[in-house]
């Protein structure tokens, strides 16, 4: 079955490099006028080299007000894709504020700020458009040496229908999808103790 997204603009979040570029890419593929945001320019510009109708945008979704201002100057979109997500491995007894601070931060205050900016628009301009929130199966699993991220994730869950039944009303589409354990760059650091690849792979999570 071909999808085309011809004519759609779309943001996608977390795009400098694995799941968030690769999906950059399929969108791009399929017609759609990409903005791509990262923290790291070198990996916008890597993108942009090979598909240089993407646009790119170096953006810490960390600080709140910074990305709200970013977000509502990109103007109008049918589509996003809150992709950006930060994984960091501490034990249970280990787990400390800060580790909790920046990992809700991004896994989940940010998806919230950049979905407020950008539904409003869509509401704004009559905009029928579609959200897709990447959790993980971390939600629904238990993993160790995960609980935060564990957590944020199904934080994450948690928004996502929360916006379905919220924006649902004004047409505008609120899903989540629960990848497993997928080899990014991020995915390899985290998952690559033995211990930790021996488990099946139901009990993984989407590092993005």
């Known amino acids: 079955m071909e999808i085309s997204f011809k004519g759609k603009r779309v943001l996608v979040t977390g795009a400098g490099q694995g799941i968030g570029r690769q999906i950059a890419i399929d969108l791009w593929r399929a017609g759609a006028k990409v903005v791509a945001i990262s923290?790291?320019?070198s990996h916008l510009e890597c993108l942009q080299n090979e598909y240089p109708s993407i646009d790119i945008v170096d953006l810490d979704?960390?600080?709140?007000?910074k990305t709200r201002e970013v977000i509502d100057n990109l103007g109008n979109f049918d589509a996003l894709v809150n992709n950006a997500g930060a994984a960091i491995l501490e034990p249970f007894l280990e787990c400390t504020p800060?580790?909790?601070d920046r990992l809700f931060n991004i896994n989940v205050k940010s998806v919230i700020n950049i979905s407020q900016i950008v539904c409003?628009?869509?509401?704004?301009?009559k905009t029928?458009?579609?959200?897709?929130?990447?959790?993980?199966?971390?939600s629904k699993a238990a993993i160790k040496d995960l609980t935060i991220y564990s957590g944020t994730k199904a934080a994450l869950d948690a928004v996502t229908r929360a916006m379905a039944l919220e924006l649902g009303p004004y047409g505008i589409?609120?899903?989540?999808?629960?990848?497993?354990v997928i080899m990014t760059a991020m995915g390899r650091r985290s998952w690559s103790d033995s211990?930790?690849?021996?488990?099946?792979?139901?009990?993984?999570?989407l590092a993005t």
């Open 128 to 138: 029928a458009g579609a959200i897709v929130n990447v959790s993980s199966q971390a």
């Open 39 to 41: 923290r790291t320019r």
């Open 195 to 205: 211990e930790k690849a021996e488990l099946p792979i139901d009990g993984g999570f």
């Open 120 to 125: 409003k628009n869509m509401i704004e301009n």
């Open 173 to 180: 589409r609120v899903n989540a999808v629960n990848p497993t």
């Open 61 to 65: 979704i960390s600080d709140w007000e």
């Open 98 to 100: 800060d580790v909790f």
